[in-house]
């Protein structure tokens, strides 16, 4: 089994920064060869993709994240980071990291961290 432990979210003003974070372990999984990402869900919405990055490093944002959201990984960590700048109260949800391999299609998920933009 693939564990993902995600940190860093919390209560930021608007106009902020956060910055998470997901670990991934197991054994007997490449993660460098994964697609590593983040996912938001907010209250009554289904969930959506954030940002994501491939094993060479292509990465993919949503247009509402996009110039905002810059989103990176450390392949020796096995870990993925989501840095957000001028958080807007819209980016108010729960973010859950994802990580899935396209040859076999498994994926996994994070048990998500509140991330909550208020004044």
């Known amino acids: 089994q693939v564990q993902l432990v995600e940190s860093g979210g919390g209560l930021v003003q608007p106009g902020g920064s956060l910055r998470l974070s997901c670990a991934a372990s197991?054994?007997?999984?490449?993660?460098?060869?994964?697609?590593m990402g983040w996912y938001r869900q907010a209250p009554g919405k289904q969930r959506e993709l954030v940002a994501e990055?491939?094993?060479?490093?292509?990465?993919n944002y949503a247009d509402s994240v996009n110039g905002r959201f810059t989103i990176s990984r450390d392949i020796t960590k096995n870990t993925v980071y989501l840095q957000m700048n001028s958080l807007k109260p819209e980016d108010t949800a729960v973010y859950y990291c994802?990580?899935?391999?396209?040859?076999?299609?498994?994926?996994?998920w994070g048990q998500g961290t509140q991330v909550t933009v208020s004044s």
């Open positions: 990055i491939t094993s060479d490093g292509t990465t």
């Open positions: 197991g054994a007997g999984f490449i993660f460098r060869v994964a697609t």
């Open positions: 994802n990580i899935h391999w396209s040859t076999s299609g498994s994926q996994y």
